[in-house]
T-cell receptor, first 112, second 112 residues
């Protein structure tokens, strides 16, 4: 079974731009979660989707948004990028919301 | 919000030594997960725990779900060079939003 895939793996943007990251979950998994990982803050929860509905949301500004499609693939969008948004963005999928989460390799976003 | 205190933050050991790390919280959890992350990759699930008192092994790794439901530990026996990495605990609280909360990680370095 293929694992969680994320595209792109690396991204460089400038302040003020917006970015869209993509995540394809493990086949059959209906829940997708997004995390931001930085050296100083560790793994911070962004949001979780299940069957196209946002089930949980972390404490991030409205510039961070996401969505899930009917095939369980998910995207997250960050608008008006700031330098502090530079991080590794991880996607994780699970069968259901309360099940074990399996992570993708992440997208490394650098904001200049 | 819920917080996990993971310790130690870093460990420097000799190859062959045993390793122990733990996570504690003031909140009650119904799930404990342990992950390992290699540089540039997403976390990989090592062990999942679902019942208080549960003791589970995965090769040289052993993890336990604390009786109080507020803590968990991970032991690695006879460490080898490929054990190097960052280990994260993650817990899902028993009430409220069922999102995962992560510890800050334990960075393991092994001297051959």
């Amino acid at each position: 079974k293929a694992g969680v895939t994320q595209t792109p793996r690396y991204l460089i943007k400038t302040r003020g731009q917006q970015v869209t990251l993509s995540c394809s979950p493990i086949s059959g998994h209906r829940s997708v979660s997004w995390y931001q990982q930085t050296p100083g803050q560790g793994l911070q929860f962004l949001f979780e989707y299940f069957s196209e509905t946002q089930r949980n949301k972390g404490n991030f500004p409205g510039r961070f948004s996401g969505r899930q499609f009917s095939n369980s693939r998910s995207e997250m969008n960050v608008s008006t990028l700031e330098l502090g948004d530079s991080a590794l963005y991880l996607c994780a999928s699970s069968l259901e919301v309360t099940y074990e989460q399996f992570f993708g390799p992440g997208t490394r976003l650098t904001v200049l | 919000g819920q917080q996990l205190n993971q310790s130690p933050q870093s460990m420097f050991i000799q190859e062959g030594e045993d390793v122990s790390m733990n996570c504690t919280s003031s909140s009650i959890f119904n799930t404990w997960l342990w992950y390992k992350q290699d540089p540039g990759e997403g976390p990989v699930l090592l062990i999942a725990l679902y019942k208080a008192g549960e003791l589970t092994s995965n090769g040289r790794l052993t993890a336990q779900f604390g009786i109080t439901r507020k803590d968990s530990f991970l032991n690695i026996s006879a460490s080898i060079p490929s054990d190097v990495g960052i280990y994260f605990c993650a817990g899902r609280v028993i009430q409220g939003a069922q999102k995962l909360v992560f510890g800050q990680g334990t960075r393991l370095t092994i001297n051959p």
